[in-house]
């Protein structure tokens, strides 16, 4: 069950962020970084990630990409 005031929160947020914070540019999506292979391509986003050169990224991985080891 939704509570009114969450609702009434969430419906002045989302006017806000569609309104103003991102047309404004005061709210950027983070980097979207697509690793090639798909799931074959894991371990390299996790190694990234290990030697930290991934910072405010969102890493993506195409399951279509994914081939059989």
């Not at 103003?20 to 894991?42: A, F, R, S, Y």
């Amino acid at each position: 069950e939704v509570r009114p005031q969450d609702k009434e929160f969430a419906e002045k947020f989302y006017k806000a962020l569609t309104d103003v914070l991102l047309p404004q540019g005061l709210l950027k999506p983070n980097k979207v970084t697509k690793i090639p292979g798909g799931l074959n391509g894991v371990e390299q986003g996790f190694r990234q990630m290990m030697e930290n050169k991934v910072a405010a990224e969102k890493l993506v991985y195409t399951l279509a990409e994914t081939t059989k080891a």
